[in-house]
């Protein structure tokens, strides 16, 4: 099992925070412009049971991912399971945490590549990298809109 973290404060309440999270939109919003997404649908919000259905690219090659929300606490945290897709497992908690009047958002991912302990060996730098380079973007999106909806209010 390998592990990622990404963790940054946003100048404003939790509430304006989650309710960013739950725009119908939302997967749209924060992927990255180099990385080609295909949302196929999108049963539920953030709630337990909520479904979430989209197509990466691998390259040239169109992968299905299918997700699952698993957990979620209004305000504090949701997460989601992987249950079709390219990883031998995969967990992606995301956490909404009050900080001093802001909010620390931390999306802590847990996987599992195909392959077993010789692919993680090999390739979870790379995975990381890119969770990395796409959670950065992600967070940056977020702290933008969140922190512009305030400051328009």
Not at 30 to 43: A, F
Request: glycine share 6%; aromatic share 10%.
């Amino acid at each position: 099992m390998v592990s990622f973290k990404h963790s940054s404060l946003i100048d404003a309440p939790v509430e304006v925070v989650w309710n960013f999270h739950e725009r119908h939109d939302i997967l749209q919003i924060l992927t990255p412009p180099w990385q080609p997404v295909q949302v196929v649908r999108r049963e539920g919000g953030l709630e337990v049971g909520a479904i979430s259905e989209f197509r990466i690219f691998l390259g040239p090659l169109p992968v299905r991912w299918v997700a699952r929300h698993t957990e979620c606490e209004r305000y504090r945290l949701f997460s989601d399971r992987q249950i079709a897709g390219p990883m031998e497992s995969w967990v992606h908690r995301h956490e909404f945490a009050q900080e001093n009047g802001k909010t620390r958002l931390t999306d802590a991912i847990a996987y599992e590549l195909p392959g077993g302990p010789i692919a993680e060996l090999l390739l979870s730098w790379w995975v990381n990298a890119r969770l990395k380079d796409m959670f950065s973007y992600r967070h940056d999106v977020t702290k933008r809109e969140c922190e512009q909806q305030i400051k328009n209010s």
